[in-house]
């Protein structure tokens, strides 16, 4: 399953090193939740995560070929 992954400013100043965009391959569907914590985001700072530009619960799976949007607490 392939998809990509956009990190918000917001996290990435909170977990340093993280790319904006990752490209990713994964050989089974997870939860947004289990993405988040693969890649090092702990779930707590994923405060919205959009799914093809649709807003999505933490736990719902993924999909094929998406773009997934992680973002994080603003204040």
């Not at 392939?2 to 977990?15: N, Y």
């Not at 939860?31 to 999505?56: C, K, M, Q, S, T």
Request: hydrophobic letters at 50%; zero cysteines; a negative charge.
């Amino acid at each position: 399953m392939k998809f990509a992954t956009h990190i918000a400013e917001t996290i990435r100043g909170i977990v340093g090193g993280l790319p904006r965009r990752m490209s990713m391959e994964i050989a089974s569907s997870g939860a947004i939740r289990e993405l988040a914590a693969d890649i090092g985001v702990p779930p707590i700072l994923v405060v919205l995560a959009f799914v093809n530009d649709r807003r999505r619960r933490l736990d719902e799976p993924l999909t094929e070929d998406a773009d997934i949007y992680l973002m994080g607490p603003i204040a």
